[in-house]
């Protein structure tokens, strides 16, 4: 057993789509989050930039004595190797798990993937379906807009400005018979209520967040490290900007006032 804490790192708020998870099925253990909301977004960044990002995202987190890092970020998944980031300790991006999960769930083998412009014109998730299911037809699209709708709190099912910018995002992929869509961005699920409502109810929606939580939970297992304390788990957040505005949206993706266990810190220190 281990009562070090689980790393999640994005660019934003995002990534509580996964720490929402893992307080539902680890309740026990102890995360630090770090969002790095002041150089939002990483996916109309370069590659460079990206796994600089990344890398120092990273080193903040492993100074808090942790025991697996989630890159809870779809753009730092899709076009980095994560694999090469981090050998000593667990680690997981968030592509991998959703890809297999939409591989299990589609019945016609055809599969939407929605993410940042970074992770689409990466191709990654494509590839990696292609891997598991050579016959798959994957449909990708950029919805570049989603991350600072989100961000800015435009969620709400019947805001008029989400709806009509989903609506010119998915139909692209309504016109296919998609039976699967991947949210390959963490920040997506908060506009889940509208991507569905647009899809339909026989379209499945994977959370690309969610399913690295229960790889995580796997992995922990795996090798020994699950918290085994009857003793409730806990949050700790860190950001590169705005405290007030994380705390306001953190409320959204988890449902409950994180006001108190936010900090603001200079990422480049």
Sequence with gaps: ???LAIGVFDSGVGG????KELNNILPNENIIYFGDTARLPYGSRSKDTILRF???????LR????????AACGTVSSIINTMTLIEDIPFT?????AVQAACSSTLNGKIGV???QATIKSGSYGRAIKTIRPNSFVLGKACPLFVPLVENGYTDRENKIAKMVAEEYLEPLKKEDIDTLILGCTHYPLLKDIISDIMGDDVTLISSGEEAAKFTQLSLLEQNLLNTSDKLGENIFY?????EMFEENARKFLNDDVKGNVFKVDINC
Excluded: N, R, Y
């Design 54 to 60: 990344a890398k120092e995202d990273i080193d903040f």
């Design 1 to 3: 057993m281990s009562d």
């Design 239 to 243: 950001v590169s900007d705005s405290v």
């Design 16 to 19: 509580l789509t996964a720490v």
């Design 93 to 97: 991006g968030v592509l991998l798990p």
């Design 114 to 116: 929605i993410g940042t």
């Design 63 to 70: 100074q808090h004595g942790i025991k697996m890092i989630i």
